[in-house]
């Protein structure tokens, strides 16, 4: 495991919000911060689902693997699905629109037997107050046995439609996200999505997603996938 060590920049933030009253000793939300993203919004009402099974009634483990995401996972869980059946595995997805890590979390931590490789494709959503990742993978950790080995999804995010300053709170925001994605998982633990869509900076980019967040139906989805299973074969 690996400590997360904050910058300086991050660590001044966090300073100022308790200094503020915005955080309470325990590291509880008192009042609403602005990181620049604007609000996550009511999202409990989004697709969701699951499909492929994730244990047997007796609660042994079936699927190879289980993948648990938003709205990114929404759009490419019937690629991911068809790579991994090409490759003779099995894999089991939750999806839910707009969810960010801690219910994401919440649901993971209530099933009676966990995964044998999990998932975790949560994140996005996260960039409207970035501050509860750290805290929330260390509790999914802590709440897995040692058999279930976890994979993280980093995150990419930059909504076009919004202003340019939003835009670049999205950045940063989501860059704070994925420093503790990689802080706290360690870089064997970690399927790099944003470094894959940043290798060739902005074609790689415009060309697979649709909106800065999403990858396109077809070229980002299968592209989506084929990150993803990067990361999980060797687990195989």
């Known amino acids: 495991m690996f400590k997360r060590t904050l910058r300086p920049a991050l660590t001044s933030l966090l300073v100022l919000a308790v200094v503020t009253g915005l955080v309470g000793p325990a ?3 008192t009042t609403a911060v602005d990181f620049g993203s604007g609000a996550i919004g009511d999202w409990t009402g989004n697709q969701h689902g699951t499909v492929g099974d994730v244990t047997e009634a007796d609660g042994t483990p079936v699927a190879d693997v289980f993948v648990v995401g938003d709205s990114i996972t929404t759009l490419g869980r019937s690629d991911l699905i068809s790579a991994m059946t090409a490759e003779g595995h099995t894999v089991a997805v ?7 890590t801690t219910p994401a979390v919440d649901w993971v931590l209530s099933l009676t037997t966990k995964p044998k490789i999990l998932v975790m494709a949560t994140g996005t959503n996260d960039i409207f107050d970035p501050s509860v990742m750290t805290t929330q993978i260390n509790r ?5 046995p040692s058999t279930t080995k976890v994979l993280w999804v980093d995150t990419h995010a930059s ?7 939003v835009q670049v709170a999205d950045q940063r925001n989501s860059g704070w996200v994925n420093l503790q994605i990689h802080d706290t998982m360690g870089p064997d ?11 060739r900076g902005k074609d790689y980019i415009n060309y697979y997603l649709s909106d800065g967040v999403h990858p396109k139906a077809g070229v980002g989805t299968a592209f989506w996938a084929e990150v993803l299973m990067k990361s999980i074969r060797p687990l195989l």
């Open 140 to 144: 999914l950790l802590a709440g897995v």
């Open 189 to 199: 633990r970690v399927i790099p999505w944003s470094r894959w869509l940043q290798y």
């Open 159 to 165: 909504r076009w439609s919004e202003p340019s300053a």
């Open 94 to 100: 939750n999806y839910w629109s707009g969810r960010p």
């Open 27 to 29: 590291g509880a939300r």
